[in-house]
């Protein structure tokens, strides 16, 4: 599918639905994420050559964020195609070691998380980017806006010229159990308080988040999914709380999340970390990873 000229998207098979991955071609091909493992193959190289151009001609492949459905490919594009491959500054030590996503989460969330086998092929990523930064390709110029909270290094790439923001998992939506954060709850909410103040044209989301339930977004819901987001964080930091104060006892993220019947005990242990940090939440007991209000 083009979106604007020049730049398609590809829908890379994952569960129940896919993965957004975004091709720049001009005289020769940027990748904005590479799905899974397999995504390539699958995926990107067939959709490739339908258009009547070699997957030899990749030169890069920029990722929104280091998580294991969007930079999974990355480890064997760079084997079979030399590629470079480029990632925020702070996604570089989880590109070149996937299990410690999983390390973190379960010194944080030890109820929630233990540690399994790596999701995807670690690689070393050529460059690093940072917010501001500008990349130059053939044709194109991609703005860095780093907006973190569903992971620490999580951006929107900006095609200015056409207002077309490719933003990976940053911008969340509202409803199926959405907002999914691992990294921070506070961190999410600046982020889409700071996405309203762009000038968002089009959007592209890395897999069909809801209420839309569409990867591309133009005009008006581009900034109606950025205020549904932000509303959903703010509704999940009152109900978080009302619940910690109605419990009479201790609960760990799991439970929080099974009394109110929406989000998901990770996006639950994020919001707990930040009422933590405002003197309203207490972690009174670390092993089991309970918590009370403050």
């Given at each position: 599918?083009?979106?604007?000229?020049?730049?398609?998207?590809?829908?890379?098979?994952?569960?129940?639905?896919?993965?957004?991955?975004?091709?720049?071609?001009?005289?020769?091909?940027?990748?904005?994420?590479?799905?899974?493992?397999?995504?390539?193959?699958?995926?990107?190289?067939?959709?490739?050559?339908?258009?009547?151009?070699?997957?030899?001609?990749?030169?890069?492949?920029?990722?929104?964020?280091a998580h294991m459905d969007h930079c999974g490919g990355a480890a064997p594009m760079k084997r079979e195609l030399k590629c470079r491959i480029g990632v925020h500054e702070?996604?570089?030590?989880?590109?070149?070691?996937?299990?410690?996503?999983?390390?973190?989460?379960?010194?944080?969330?030890?109820?929630?998380?233990?540690?399994?086998?790596?999701?995807?092929?670690?690689?070393?990523?050529?460059?690093?980017?940072?917010?501001?930064?500008?990349?130059?390709?053939?044709?194109?110029?991609?703005?860095?806006?780093?907006?973190?909270?569903?992971?620490?290094?999580?951006?929107?790439?900006?095609?200015?010229?056409?207002?077309?923001?490719?933003?990976?998992?940053?911008?969340?939506?509202?409803?199926?159990?959405?907002?999914?954060?691992?990294?921070?709850?506070?961190?999410?909410?600046?982020?889409?308080?700071?996405?309203?103040?762009?000038?968002?044209?089009?959007?592209?989301?890395?897999?069909?988040?809801?209420?839309?339930?569409?990867?591309?977004?133009?005009?008006?819901?581009?900034?109606?999914?950025?205020?549904?987001?932000?509303?959903?964080?703010?509704?999940?930091?009152?109900?978080?709380?009302?619940?910690?104060?109605?419990?009479?006892?201790?609960?760990?993220?799991?439970?929080?999340?099974?009394?109110?019947?929406?989000?998901?005990?990770?996006?639950?242990?994020?919001?707990?970390?930040?009422?933590?940090?405002?003197?309203?939440?207490?972690?009174?007991?670390?092993?089991?990873?309970?918590?009370?209000?403050?």
């Open positions: 599918m083009e979106i604007v000229d020049d730049v398609h998207l590809i829908k890379c098979p994952w569960a129940s639905y896919f993965v957004s991955s975004c091709a720049i071609i001009g005289e020769d091909i940027t990748m904005i994420d590479v799905g899974t493992g397999g995504s390539p193959r699958v995926a990107i190289y067939p959709y490739l050559r339908a258009l009547g151009r070699s997957p030899t001609e990749i030169s890069t492949a920029l990722l929104t964020h702070m996604g570089r030590p989880y590109l070149e070691d996937a299990s410690l996503i999983d390390r973190e989460l379960n010194s944080r969330f030890p109820s929630i998380f233990s540690v399994r086998e790596p999701g995807f092929e670690p690689v070393k990523p050529d460059l690093t980017f940072k917010d501001g930064d500008v990349i130059n390709l053939s044709g194109h110029q991609l703005r860095v806006l780093h907006v973190p909270g569903h992971s620490p290094c999580s951006v929107c790439l900006v095609d200015e010229e056409n207002g077309l923001y490719m933003c990976g998992d940053s911008i969340q939506g509202r409803g199926e159990r959405r907002p999914l954060l691992f990294h921070s709850s506070t961190d999410y909410a600046r982020s889409m308080s700071r996405l309203l103040e762009e000038p968002i044209e089009m959007l592209v989301n890395g897999h069909p988040f809801p209420p839309y339930k569409k990867a591309v977004l133009r005009g008006e819901e581009c900034r109606e999914h950025v205020r549904q987001s932000l509303k959903a964080i703010e509704e999940l930091n009152t109900l978080v709380l009302d619940a910690l104060k109605a419990a009479g006892k201790p609960l760990n993220p799991k439970q929080i999340c099974e009394r109110l019947g929406r989000s998901q005990p990770v996006t639950i242990g994020c919001i707990l970390e930040a009422l933590e940090a405002d003197g309203r939440a207490e972690r009174v007991n670390e092993s089991l990873d309970l918590w009370a209000a403050g």
